[in-house]
């Protein structure tokens, strides 16, 4: 996803600065470098956190402007909110794509162990001896009882 800075973070989240470092140091924010070397922050990080972002503009690009095509005509720009909201459900989309991940390797990891468990049981079922009727106790005779048999 789109990395900005932590000022354009606060900016889009309507927190302040302090407020994004803050969240960083507990660890509730991941941070990552850029090229540069210079602290980002990943938009998707921010949707994850604060939820949807809030009705500031992103970019330069205004509200509803007009460019003139390479054709000579004038075409209507898709307003800022409209991109920005796209790019929103884009990162909440890969959320839960990463998410659905997870579940699946999880899924597969229980059904690999409840397999494992089937096998387990199976082995110790056949190592028992196959009786069909129940044993009898073997009567001990006590020495002061020699007319029993």
């Given at each position: 996803m789109a990395l900005v800075s932590i000022s354009e973070a606060a900016r889009?989240?309507?927190?302040?600065?302090?407020?994004?470092?803050?969240?960083?140091?507990?660890?509730?924010?991941?941070?990552?470098?850029?090229?540069?070397?210079?602290?980002?922050l990943d938009?998707?990080?921010?949707?994850r956190v604060?939820?949807?972002?809030?009705?500031?503009?992103?970019g330069s690009e205004q509200s509803g402007s007009t460019v003139q095509h390479l054709a000579g005509d004038f075409v209507q720009l898709p307003d800022?909110?409209?991109?920005h909201e796209n790019?929103?459900?884009?990162?909440e989309i890969e959320l839960v794509k990463a998410l659905l991940r997870?579940?699946?390797?999880?899924?597969?990891?229980?059904?690999?162990r409840n397999e494992d468990l089937k096998h387990a049981l199976l082995l110790i079922e056949s190592?028992?001896?196959?009786?069909?009727e129940p044993v009898t106790p073997h009567v001990v005779k006590k020495s002061w009882q020699f007319w029993k048999k």
């Open positions: 889009l989240t309507g927190k302040s600065r302090t407020t994004v470092q803050s969240y960083i140091k507990q660890g509730k924010l991941t941070k990552c470098t850029d090229s540069g070397g210079a602290s980002k938009t998707s990080e921010l949707l604060f939820g949807s972002f809030t009705g500031q503009q992103v800022q909110n409209l991109l790019y929103a459900l884009k990162a997870e579940k699946e390797l999880l899924l597969d990891e229980k059904d690999k190592k028992l001896p196959n009786t069909s």
